[in-house]
Each structure stands twice: as structure tokens, then as C-alpha cells.
């Protein structure tokens, strides 16, 4: 599987340099044109938008993260992805009052590599100001261990937001099946939400190469080991196809405050570095390949090797993008990056 | 076919829900106890027990069943590497390998599955299927969840393929299943249904205890496995029954997610170390019923363990990721034993069509029936200190004395 570089040739990478160039030409189109009538964003057709947001004074002095801060270069990066003046107006071009919104949240590493409690915070106060009732809200990963070791209170009723591990619903009875995917798939998800927003983080993946958006998924489901073999392709886009993640996952918020380059997705203090960001985007393909990009640039400027050499370049990007798979496009000139 | 629910009496299995579970059961397992009056009383409604509910949400003390790994290697920041199984699993701090029965916690690597009993049943010996060791007999079955292979016809999925918290589960440790093995007549243990080299561990630990109990062990496996471990379970059963699952590389890759070779090699191990070996090739149609396949592995048989080691040629049924095929034609399998036949095999069966002749053993010398079976029930057994009583032929084996 291959993917389309700058200049239209079919390459597997991009390189610093070119990279760099892409994404400042890139800005400097979607900033011209920000007075344009908003067209939908769309995974399957046209140009998927990816927002990096950032914000270098995100942590106070001592390193720990504003919530304040946060919440607003969220809700920036919504605005921007939409083209809204208010942020709850962008929040609702993904949900609607009534609805009970997932947020799929990636704490297998622990506290330091996992979702941060503060972006957490920031979604669940922006939905509720778009009008979903607190009790509507459920922060869901794998297990309750997991998401007690990345620093949220498990609270399974109640009148505010809910946090349960998939060890409390179980899976679904039915085996979905796509390709060389066949898992149950978590309750919580299939019987549980209406909408899915998936909150991963950017890392580095010692198998599968990367872990953004696509891979947060395997969280899901009940046999996420059986699906790193041949670094994660298929099955990564695969787990994705299964029906009720593909139809009820609408965005992706990557939490990219301290990026994992190296050692991921264990908790690599060494091989971190404070990049204060929100990756956001309708396009979970987009989004990891710009992802991968950042993680590929900063391991060059650590003079390491690129994943590609290592055996472990993310291809499941690719396969995603496909057709047989049709989850969003990894096409640079078909991705409109827009940093603010 | 092991398969642990499919061959029960439909008349007699009762709803996990209504199932009469130990009290242990109802708890969730959080405290290891087990009464052998409740146990009893459970096996004799039943004829068998069995307290899975897969997928069930369980929750569980893990760290009873929590003992570090016997054969793994220690890696530079905290990950660890698995020399179990062929796959040899590098594993980062706080992930699992394939099998998702062995965890990586702070770089120590443990299996999350000794004494974990997900499943257990007595049944008889000819179910696993073993023709030639002990046949009549009744064998204590176990099974823990897990599996390092992922077969797309797997009958057991429901516990190969999930984790060990997805699956209710018992606490069974090594003393506890001797002394049950013996209390309910056994004269095996049998590790079947998942995969036992995921739960080594506890199988080397159950084999080495029910032993001085006189309890033979007898391992059920995909023999997916290195050879140092290996080795040493070796020494401590007494049958392995390997299902070979096709004689191609590309069938192994597609369809079971392993590799071929390592397996013969495995086989080859088991023959060197003199265990009782018996061999199950399961025919799934278009995708490993070749004639020029089924001919090969016949030779390799022959040629690589000898013309007296069993093989089993056994029905598929559409299941798991496998739905769209139908069942085997008994023509293919009568097929399959023509072809090991002529090739000099002894002992070539057809296995899950109940009451075909294949099922029986037949004297190789005057072409009698030795041991005459329909499904897994005996009905005559026509051996002389396991020799033919007809003819005197010695018919290799563990036979009762």
C-alpha cells in the first residue's frame, strides 16, 4: 500500500524538510480561504481538515497543565475545524441534546501517556454547555484499572458524568467481522452511546509504529492482541470497519500535550517532548497521518531512525485510506492542515 | 474434536443463568473455595459441570491467579520477550502477548491464567480424540482462556479468544485438580479445549501433582511451542494429541495466524522424547483438502514419526470466522484415509461423523477389528495385554492392563 507524497509520486514518507514546506503551504491556503462558505468536512470526499492547535503556555511553571488553557484551545480547535464564531455551535455539528456521547479515552500506559484528566474536563464542560446533561456523558476505556492509573474516579451511576472500564458492561454477543478483524465488541459502545468521541493520545507504538486515532479503537474490543501482527495491517483499519465503530465514532480529538517519539506506548519520560497541542479532526486517517508525521519529524531531529527502517512503518494508515476500506484519505494534497 | 460445549446433550445443558453453579460461582470467584459436596452434586445433575459463561463481565481477584512467567527474557526498559511459543512475543510494560494471558508488569513478565479454570468437564478419553491410550477411560478436562494461534474455525473461540477477565472462571489449583481427577474416577487429566501451552505453567505444575495420585496427563494442543519447554512438559505427561491443521505454509498463515514448521518441529520433539502421540487434520473444505496436501502429510507421517502414530481425519463444521463454508463431505474424508492408507499409515481414522467404520481400530496384520467405537463410546475391545487377540499383532498404544 502506498501513499501519495507532495509532488504526486507514490512514496512511503515524507521527509522533514518536505513535510515542514507542505504544512506551511498548506496554513497559508486554508488561511486565505477562511472567508469561504464552510463546506462540510468530509472523510470520503473532497479534503479532510486537520486542526493542530497550540498553545506554548498550555502548563503552568511547574509543568502541570492549565484546565483553563485547555479548555480553551479546545474549543478553539473546534471552532477552527468548523468555522464557527461559538464554540457550542461547532460542538453541535457532532452531537445533539439527547443523545449520550462516549469518550473513548486511551490509558493503558497510566498517568504521564495516557488522555489527560484536564482535556477530559474540557470535553465534558463543552458538551455540557452544547446541552448533553452530564448524565449523558460517559468516559469509557478498557478496563477500570486502566482508567483509574491515568487519574479518573470510576463512577459507574449516578446524576454526574460516568467513568466505566469495559470490565463492567462485558461485550457484545454478536462476533462483528470485517476482513481479518472478528471481535465482540464493547457495550458500552454498542448498547451504551449514541455518538463516539475518540480521545487518543500521540504516540509512538513499538509494534504497530504509531498509536493515534485508527488504533484507539482496539480499545473496543475484546482481542486487541491478536491484531499487532504485520505491525497492525490490516488490522487496524479493519477493527475500525466493524459496524458499530465506524457508524458511531464522529471525531477525533488527539491529545498531543506531551507526544510519545520513541518507547511507545509505554510511559517514556525520556523520549517526550512538550508539544502543548490538540490534533482535531472528522477524519481519523487524516488525523493519523499527520500524527505520524509529527512523530516521524521529531525522531529525525532526535537522529533517529525513521519507522520505515525499523520495520514498523504504520501501513495500516494506508490501508484505511483504501478501497475496501474508505475511513478517510491520507493524501497530503488532499489533507488541509490548519495550525493555529 | 475437543470442542467443549457443541458435544454435550443439548437436552442436558442448562443456561449458564440457571446453571447450578457453586456458591464460589454466584460470587464471582472472588474467594477460591470450592465444596466438593456442591461439586458433586453439580456433576452428578449434570454428567458433566462446566461453569463457563464467555464474555460474561467478571470480575475476579487476579491476583490469585497471577504467577510470574517460567520462560521469558528480560529486555532493556522494562519490555520483556516470550520464549514460550514460536511467536516470541516482545511485550512493552503493562501490554499482553499474543495469547492475552501473559502480561508485561513493570518488566516482569506473568501468566494472569495459573489455576484460572475457565472450563471443566469430565469426559471420555476418545472425545479428545485419543484411539490408543486408555480407551473407556474418563479424563478431568481443563481449559483456562487464551490461545496463541487464532484459528478462523475455532469451535472453542468463546474461550481461545478472549482474555481471562472476559470469562468466569474457578480457582483450581495443582493439588486441588488431582484430588478431584481421582475423586471422579479419572485415569487422565486432560489440558484441552483453548490452548494449554498458554497455561503451561499450571498444566507442567497439575501434571507434576496428580502423578504420585496415579493420574495419567494427557495435553490437547495446536503444539504451537518451543522446544525447551517442550521438553521439559515432556517429561511430566503422558499423550499429546497435536491438531496439525494443514500441511501448507499459506494455510497457516491464512487461516490459523502461525507458521507450519514450528509445529512439525514440535512434533518431531514429542516422537524424540517418547511421549504417546496421536495426531487430528482437520478437513475444511477448499481450503486444506487437497489430494497432493493430504498425500504429503501422509508421507511426512510415515516417513518423519512412523506408520504406527494415529491419525485423525475429523469433520469440520461451519463456526466462528468460518460460517461460510459448509461441513465436510464424508467422501472427502473417506478420501483423506484412503490416501494416508495407501500411503502405509496403520492407524488413519474419520473422526466426527459418529458410527462410520473409521472410527474403529483395525488390526494392521489381519485387518480385524481391535477397538470397536461409535462416537465416543467403546463397544468392544478385542486386545490381549495390547496385543490382537485375533492374530497377536502388537497394536502400539497405552492400554489398560
Given amino acids: ?340 | 474434536m475437543d470442542r467443549q460445549l457443541a458435544s454435550s446433550n443439548p437436552a442436558t445443558q442448562v443456561p449458564v443463568d440457571q446453571a447450578p453453579l457453586t456458591e464460589c460461582a454466584y460470587r464471582g470467584f472472588d474467594t477460591p473455595c470450592w465444596e466438593r459436596r456442591e461439586f458433586l452434586k453439580c456433576a452428578a445433575a449434570t454428567g458433566t459441570y462446566w461453569l463457563v459463561n464467555p464474555l460474561w463481565a467478571a470480575r475476579t481477584n487476579d491476583a490469585v491467579f497471577t504467577r510470574e512467567a517460567r520462560h521469558y527474557e528480560k529486555l532493556p526498559h522494562k519490555q520483556v520477550k516470550c520464549v514460550l511459543c514460536p511467536r516470541e512475543c516482545v511485550v512493552d510494560d503493562r501490554e499482553r502477548g499474543y495469547c492475552g494471558v501473559r502480561e508485561n508488569r513493570s518488566g516482569t513478565y506473568y501468566t494472569l491464567v495459573y489455576s484460572r479454570a475457565c472450563s471443566a468437564h469430565v469426559d471420555p478419553i476418545e472425545k479428545k480424540p485419543f484411539f490408543h491410550f486408555l480407551p473407556g477411560t474418563a479424563a478431568f478436562s481443563v481449559a483456562t482462556a487464551g490461545c496463541n494461534v487464532n484459528c478462523k474455525m475455532c469451535q472453542n473461540w468463546e474461550i481461545s479468544q478472549v482474555r481471562p477477565e472476559q470469562v468466569q472462571a474457578m480457582y483450581l489449583p495443582p493439588d486441588k485438580l488431582a484430588q478431584l481427577a481421582k475423586q471422579t474416577g479419572c485415569a487422565s487429566i486432560a489440558y484441552t479445549y483453548s490452548e494449554p501451552v498458554v497455561f503451561y505453567e499450571w498444566m507442567y505444575d497439575c501434571a507434576r501433582a496428580s502423578r504420585p495420585l496415579g493420574i495419567k496427563n494427557v495435553v490437547v494442543t495446536g503444539g504451537y511451542i518451543k522446544e525447551k519447554p517442550l521438553r521439559e512438559l515432556c517429561k511430566v505427561v503422558d499423550a499429546i494429541k497435536v491438531d496439525l491443521k494443514g500441511f501448507s505454509e499459506r494455510y497457516y498463515q491464512e487461516v490459523v495466524n502461525g507458521q507450519l514448521k514450528p509445529v512439525l518441529d514440535a512434533l518431531l520433539v514429542m516422537k524424540s522424547e517418547g511421549v504417546w502421540l496421536e495426531i487430528v487434520y482437520l478437513v475444511v473444505p477448499t481450503l486444506n483438502d487437497k489430494e497432493g496436501e493430504l498425500r504429503q502429510l501422509a508421507r511426512w507421517v510415515k516417513s518423519q514419526l512412523g506408520p504406527d502414530v494415529p491419525l485423525h481425519f475429523t469433520r469440520f463444521y461451519p463456526q466462528y470466522l468460518l460460517k461460510n463454508l459448509p461441513p465436510t463431505p464424508i467422501a472427502t474424508l473417506e478420501r483423506a484415509k484412503q490416501i494416508a492408507d495407501a500411503e502405509g499409515l496403520h492407524y488413519v481414522y474419520i473422526g466426527n461423523v459418529p458410527g462410520h467404520p473409521g472410527e474403529n481400530t483395525y488390526c494392521p496384520r489381519c485387518k480385524r477389528p481391535v477397538v470397536e467405537r461409535i462416537g465416543y463410546q467403546i463397544r468392544g475391545v478385542h486386545l490381549n495385554r495390547g496385543k490382537c487377540k485375533h492374530c497377536q499383532q502388537p497394536i502400539p498404544g497405552v492400554w489398560k492392563s
Fill in chain 1, 1 to 340: 500500500m502506498k501513499g501519495a507524497g507532495l509532488d504526486g509520486v507514490s512514496v512511503h514518507h515524507v521527509t522533514r524538510r518536505t513535510f515542514c514546506r507542505w504544512v506551511g503551504a498548506a496554513s497559508a491556503i486554508s488561511l486565505g480561504c477562511s472567508g469561504a462558505p464552510e463546506t462540510p468536512p468530509s472523510s470520503t470526499t473532497g479534503r479532510s481538515k486537520v486542526v493542530i492547535a497550540q498553545d506554548p503556555k498550555l502548563r503552568d511553571t511547574r509543568g502541570k497543565l492549565s484546565p483553563q488553557r485547555v479548555a480553551a484551545l479546545l474549543n478553539r480547535a473546534l471552532q477552527a475545524l468548523f468555522d464557527r464564531d461559538h464554540p457550542a455551535e461547532a460542538w453541535h455539528q457532532v452531537v445533539r441534546p439527547g443523545q449520550v456521547v462516549g469518550l473513548k479515552v486511551n490509558c493503558l500506559a497510566g498517568k504521564g501517556a495516557s488522555t489527560s484528566v484536564e482535556l477530559v474536563e474540557a470535553v465534558c464542560e463543552s458538551l455540557q454547555q452544547a446541552g448533553i446533561r452530564p448524565d449523558k456523558i460517559v468516559v469509557w476505556d478498557r478496563l477500570n484499572a486502566d482508567l483509574e492509573s491515568a487519574g479518573f474516579r470510576i463512577r459507574e451511576r449516578g446524576p454526574g458524568v460516568r467513568f466505566i472500564g469495559n470490565d463492567v458492561l462485558g461485550y457484545s454477543d454478536e462476533l462483528y467481522a470485517h476482513g481479518k478483524a472478528g471481535s465482540l465488541v464493547c457495550r458500552t459502545l454498542t448498547e451504551v452511546c449514541d455518538v463516539v468521541i475518540n480521545l487518543p493520545v500521540l504516540k509512538d507504538h513499538s509494534i504497530t509504529g504509531v498509536t493515534i486515532a485508527l488504533k484507539n479503537l482496539f480499545g473496543a474490543i475484546h482481542n486487541p492482541n491478536k491484531y499487532h501482527l504485520n505491525a497492525g495491517d490490516p488490522y487496524v483499519a479493519d477493527v475500525f470497519m466493524l459496524p458499530p465503530i465506524r457508524s458511531k465514532v464522529r471525531l477525533s480529538i488527539c491529545d498531543a500535550f506531551t507526544p510519545v517519539y520513541q518507547g511507545g506506548p509505554s510511559y517514556m519520560p525520556q523520549w517526550m517532548w512538550p508539544f502543548n497541542s490538540l490534533l482535531v479532526s472528522l477524519d481519523p486517517v487524516a488525523l493519523d497521518y499527520i500524527g505520524w508525521q509529527l512523530i516521524e519529524q521529531k525522531r529525525a531531529e532526535a537522529g533517529m531512525k525513521p519507522l520505515r527502517e525499523l520495520k514498523r512503518e504504520p501501513r495500516y494508515i494506508f490501508t484505511a485510506a483504501d478501497a475496501q476500506h474508505r475511513l478517510g484519505v491520507c493524501d497530503p494534497q488532499r489533507i488541509q492542515v490548519i495550525r493555529i
